[in-house]
């Protein structure tokens, strides 16, 4: 008998009084024209039926569809314009990582992977989804036997694009066909991690030499970057006992470009002796490096005049300004009237119309220069009259007004 409190509803009654075959015309209707109840209602019923172990896959294989069939008609509308609102791209990825988690149970049959696979294969050949690496991954995670892995490599071999065939030539490697391998990888040998890769196929097999030639060879001709390469044959002068080349290696590593983090570790790994001869010699190129790089390393090296002439060369608005600031803060002490001058062309050079974010950027540089006149030069008169100039003038913008009392502890005193 029914609870009297518990309030009516028609569905339920409804539900309750339909045979076992209305129930079951419904749930299927339902299901066939929305894949996401197909998939809630199979996850349901396979944690409360009792199932064979070829139902089971039968099931999970049923799940891996209506999962893509929900998720393709949001795909092709990626693809079709280019990539789409984060909200829709985040739905499709997690639909598609929930497909691998599935696939990864390796209890998909074959039909269901190969008819996943040949559909994802021609979004992989647009590639305009904006989705490439879940994409990818999604192809990978259908393949369970090494013949399924070729079959993978050569349709991605058959795009005939670079992308497709990089990761035709990792299924090749993967799969220890090094006829294959070689043959796509010395088709495209232009970018040093062209030679890099080759190089390593080379050492990891234990031809040492054939390696060591790849990647000098990429050294010479290979274009964009070097990095791998570089340290590749750097970590071999090492094993092998030759300093001299090692450092040259180091050497060229840390100055394309200098930065700080790369001058302390060359530093780090040179003797004494060694620093002595590499040190000027990483300076030699200063105009390439950037500023706030630059007033680091002088910084640290003690030199103020450098560190002082890099300042005073640098645009205020740099955009990596917080470090710029950080060392005109330490010049400041040893070198006030010229680190004034610096903050006063920057506050001076800025338009004073701008939003409330923009007047409490110039609120903060008014703060340097306060901090400069009151605490270092001692000079409350000039301080006064600056801000309380610069306040006047500004007397009709309100928001202006409300920003720098917030900063400047004496603005109302001005």
Same mark, same amino acid.
């Given at each position: 008998?029914?609870?009297?409190?518990? #309030?009516?509803?028609?569905?339920?009654?409804?539900?309750?009084?339909?045979?076992?075959?209305? =129930?079951?015309?419904?749930?299927?209707?339902?299901?066939? @024209?929305?894949?996401?109840?197909?998939?809630?209602?199979?996850?349901?019923?396979?944690?409360?039926?009792?199932?064979? #172990?070829?139902?089971?896959?039968?099931?999970?294989?049923?799940?891996?569809?209506?999962?893509?069939?929900?998720?393709?008609?949001?795909?092709? &509308?990626?693809?079709?314009?280019?990539?789409? #609102?984060?909200?829709?791209?985040?739905?499709?990825?997690?639909?598609?990582?929930?497909?691998?988690?599935?696939?990864?149970?390796?209890?998909?049959?074959?039909?269901?992977?190969?008819?996943?696979?040949?559909?994802? =294969?021609?979004?992989?050949?647009?590639?305009?989804?904006?989705?490439?690496? #879940? =994409?990818?991954?999604?192809?990978?995670?259908?393949?369970?036997?090494?013949?399924?892995?070729?079959?993978?490599?050569?349709?991605?071999?058959?795009?005939?694009?670079?992308?497709?065939?990089?990761?035709?030539?990792?299924?090749? !490697?993967?799969?220890?066909?090094?006829?294959?391998?070689?043959?796509?990888?010395?088709?495209?040998?232009?970018?040093?991690?062209?030679?890099?890769?080759?190089?390593?196929?080379?050492?990891?097999?234990?031809?040492?030499?054939?390696?060591?030639?790849?990647? &000098?060879?990429?050294?010479?001709?290979?274009?964009? !970057?070097?990095?791998?390469?570089?340290?590749?044959?750097?970590? !071999?002068?090492?094993?092998?006992?030759?300093?001299?080349?090692?450092?040259?290696?180091?050497?060229?590593?840390? $100055?394309?470009?200098? $930065?700080?983090?790369?001058?302390?570790?060359?530093?780090?790994?040179?003797?004494?002796?060694?620093?002595?001869?590499?040190?000027?010699?990483?300076?030699?190129?200063?105009?390439?490096?950037?500023?706030? &790089?630059?007033?680091?390393?002088?910084?640290?090296?003690?030199?103020?005049?450098?560190?002082?002439?890099?300042?005073?060369? $640098?645009?205020?608005?740099?955009?990596?300004?917080?470090?710029?600031?950080?060392?005109? @803060?330490?010049?400041?002490?040893?070198?006030?009237?010229?680190?004034?001058?610096?903050? =006063?062309?920057?506050?001076?050079?800025?338009?004073? &119309?701008? $939003? @409330?974010?923009?007047?409490?950027?110039?609120?903060?540089?008014?703060?340097?220069?306060?901090?400069?006149?009151?605490?270092?030069?001692?000079?409350?008169?000039?301080?006064?009259?600056?801000?309380?100039?610069?306040?006047?003038?500004?007397?009709?913008?309100?928001?202006?007004?409300?920003?720098?009392?917030?900063?400047?502890?004496?603005?109302?005193?001005?």
């Amino acid at each position: 008998m029914a609870d009297m409190n518990t #309030p009516s509803d028609s569905l339920t009654d409804l539900l309750t009084g339909a045979s076992h075959e209305i =129930l079951i015309d419904l749930i299927v209707k339902l299901s066939n @024209r929305r894949p996401d109840v197909r998939s809630d209602c199979l996850n349901y019923l396979k944690k409360n039926v009792n199932l064979t #172990p070829k139902q089971q896959c039968t099931t999970e294989g049923e799940i891996v569809m209506a999962l893509w069939d929900e998720l393709l008609p949001d795909l092709e &509308e990626l693809d079709s314009y280019g990539g789409g #609102p984060e909200e829709k791209e985040n739905n499709v990825y997690d639909l598609m990582h929930q497909i691998e988690q599935k696939l990864s149970t390796k209890l998909i049959d074959e039909d269901i992977r190969r008819d996943i696979l040949e559909q994802v =294969l021609p979004f992989i050949i647009s590639g305009n989804a904006g989705m490439d690496d #879940p =994409l990818y991954e999604l192809a990978y995670a259908t393949c369970y036997s090494d013949e399924d892995w070729y079959e993978l490599a050569q349709a991605f071999e058959e795009m005939s694009r670079d992308w497709p065939k990089n990761h035709a030539m990792g299924i090749y !490697r993967k799969l220890g066909d090094r006829k294959k391998y070689l043959e796509l990888r010395q088709e495209k040998m232009i970018y040093g991690g062209d030679y890099y890769d080759l190089a390593k196929f080379y050492w990891n097999e234990g031809n040492h030499s054939e390696a060591l030639a790849v990647a &000098e060879e990429g050294i010479n001709k290979g274009q964009g !970057r070097m990095d791998e390469l570089q340290q590749f044959l750097s970590d !071999r002068a090492q094993e092998g006992g030759n300093r001299e080349k090692y450092l040259e290696l180091k050497y060229e590593m840390a $100055t394309n470009p200098l $930065t700080m983090g790369k001058y302390k570790a060359f530093k780090n790994i040179c003797t004494e002796e060694e620093w002595k001869l590499y040190e000027k010699k990483l300076l030699q190129n200063a105009s390439r490096i950037r500023s706030s &790089e630059l007033l680091d390393i002088f910084m640290d090296r003690k030199e103020y005049d450098q560190a002082l002439e890099t300042l005073l060369k $640098t645009n205020y608005s740099d955009w990596d300004s917080d470090r710029v600031l950080q060392a005109a @803060r330490q010049l400041e002490t040893r070198f006030p009237d010229k680190v004034l001058a610096y903050h =006063l062309s920057g506050f001076n050079g800025i338009s004073r &119309e701008s $939003t @409330r974010k923009g007047y409490a950027a110039r609120a903060r540089m008014l703060l340097n220069i306060r901090r400069i006149l009151l605490d270092v030069l001692k000079d409350d008169a000039r301080w006064k009259q600056f801000a309380g100039r610069f306040k006047k003038e500004n007397r009709n913008r309100p928001a202006l007004q409300e920003e720098f009392g917030s900063v400047i502890s004496d603005w109302p005193d001005l």
